[in-house]
């Protein structure tokens, strides 16, 4: 059966990662179709909007959808609401992308690119399982006012609101210890349950639906404590469960651990294990369309959609070695190269991995 | 004049540490009163409160706190307003203690216990500048309900309100800029506006006030971004402008990428500039009472309430020489122990630092 990709290069250097993601899958010669569309400021440019009403549907149809990055420079001006980003949540929010899947692994390889010490990251080898649908990202109310009471009532104010349902929690967590399963059994609960009431119903919750997974070992951190223990012992780390907030910030503070944040890729999911799979890294525009990015993410955005969205693990396995096969064969793009390896371009990149399948 | 010191010793390692940091002060031979209450766990215990009201009291007739450190195992089963954190937050909002710096400094010495690779963090000197009263950590309303709205309404719900109003931040960011008069004159306006509303004011006030300050360099970090740089780049950064959530997970984040978290030191001031001075790191009950703690950023928190509380600076550098000739020395306690140095107790080192005067 053909599957449908839905095909987002987005800004910056997205187009170029991106069609080295589409000639690796078009390399493994299985039924896909690949249908493009713009998002991002590329799509504020032509259509007046970063997320298109076009776009949107096509990204409804498809079996998957593969995104590139989003934002420039020229768009940090626009009103919020037209900025490039504004594409990411509103896919999140209406495909309801609920699941977000952020491994950050350390390749052997690439150990020295770490600002950490070789012995703190080797074999690092995490995923921070994030909500991606509800906290304060999405809360409602949110806006201006002026302060209803406290010391400063009467004066302006910006205000959000924080939240979780138990459902919302529940099924993140659920997805939190099936990721478990296939890993190391260990699930790292965070949170801010000390001082915030969402905090405390995610705890409750999380402690809850671990009694279903009794093989897996639940244990919790307080947000600010997860922040020095990614930097402290990562390695002592396999699965952090946590709301999209902290995910956020967590996410990133992990992928950098790594020093190939140009390595990595992530997964949003919905309740059909279907979704977005995307490059942990942004838009970079300051090098786009020179030929040098580091596709490798990109195209492990590509092996995360066979494996998660379209369980074809074997394909998915065949793409992941053919990029260790690579690394380990000594090519590199710029932003991961050391003495002694070969540097090439994103393009040669793409062939070299597509090559080595 | 006489000056009273409340000294709030509180929970596991605080007493021990606490009495090296008095040691230390009683040796410079001023005219200060100390007077001890029993906080957090152990004030619980006592009181069945971790701030009772006597405690408070004092708090606010001093003329600065001198805070240990709060928390223990056997009370993390106790309800969240009677557990020994709340004993923190109650301070900070009683005593309106709104700015908190949070200095992150690597010591020559003791570069190689970060981490992080000695090119990385040698040389790192920066300060946390941390709203400490507003944000989601106190906003109204917040708790249990039945969601009211959405995907899930009816669900139960935990939620919490995100929010700051414009005189909250412009004092916090009028600390901010007059901070980095007295350092590199650079600060990083750290929010997530491309998201939340309240960030979106808070950039805008920060900017507005950085007009008063036209010798400082002022620059913006998504907080996602800014748990990034910290492990990329952490000397590129001199002071963080911040709200009370992000700057709780980057204050933790920046003293860990130290190593030497048991040397950091922090200040909690109010309008008057006066405040509470305690160790970043916690109460170690695992450790308490063994005489192996390290005291130096007791008596760091010493010194800043010299500094900041006092305008005593020129005794407030002699305790800072202090600890750095007793580092130059080669003595250690446990935690920063390296080969070829002498390893001491707490109050040995406590007897270091009074000695080295
Ligand atoms: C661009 C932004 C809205 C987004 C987020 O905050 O979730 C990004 O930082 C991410 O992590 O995917
Ligand atoms: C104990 C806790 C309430 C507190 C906070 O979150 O502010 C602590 O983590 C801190 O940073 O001082």
Redesign the interface.
Known sequence: MTKKIAVLPGDGIGPEIMDQAVKVLKALGENFEYEYADVGGVAYARHGHPLPEETLGLAKSADAVLFGAVGDFKYDTLE?SL?P?QAI?GLRKNLNLFANLRPAVCYPELVSAS???PE?VSGLDLVIVRELTGD??F??P???RL?P??A?KG??????????????IERIAHVGFRTAMQRKKHVTCVD?S?????????REVVTEVSKSYPEVKLDYLY???A??Q????PTSLDVVLTGN??G??????A???TGS?GMLASASLNEKGTGLFEPSHGSAPDIAGKNIANPIATVESAAMMLRYAFHMDEQADRIENAIKSVLAAGIRTGDIWSEGCRKVSCSEMGDAIRDAL
Chains 1, 2 share one sequence.
């Open positions: 919020r900025r980003e949540l600002t950490l010490k703190v304060v990202y809360g409602k949110r806006g201006r302060s009471d406290g400063f004066a302006e104010e910006g205000f959000d609101t924080m939240r979780y349902s138990r459902p919302e801010k000390n001082v915030l009431e969402t905090s405390q119903l995610w947000v600010d404590n922040a020095m990614l930097v402290r012992a907030l902290f956020d910030i967590l996410s990133d503070e992928a950098m651990l944040i």
